[in-house]
């Protein structure tokens, strides 16, 4: 039986096999999750937060302790947590984005004048 995840708020959903790490299954369905260490969970750019959390592995002690207090809110890392059925994360705006959103609204807003 397949996992499946469903990555929020863009609605993408994708099956993969037991034990695909999430950041492997953005990648397959084509959702940007920012991270620079290559999946060895060091850069914790990579997180996210886990709507439907029984469907993916629990937290090792390695992930617990590289996300300290985040752990116990729901974040995880996409490069540590596997999908084991059927999972929902959400996952972080890109800060450069929302950055560029910001300043576009700002300047719509001062055009507005
Ligand atoms: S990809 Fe770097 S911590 Fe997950």
Redesign the pocket.
Known sequence: MNGRITFEPDHKSVSVSPGTTV?TAAGKARVLIR????????????KVTAEQPAGLSPISANERH?LGPLADQGIR????ARVIGEATVVVPEDPLRAAVRAQLAKQQEEDLW
Do not use: D, F, I, T
């Open positions: 950041l991270s620079r260490c290559g999946g060895n969970a060091s850069c914790l750019m990579c590289k890392l996409a490069c540590q």
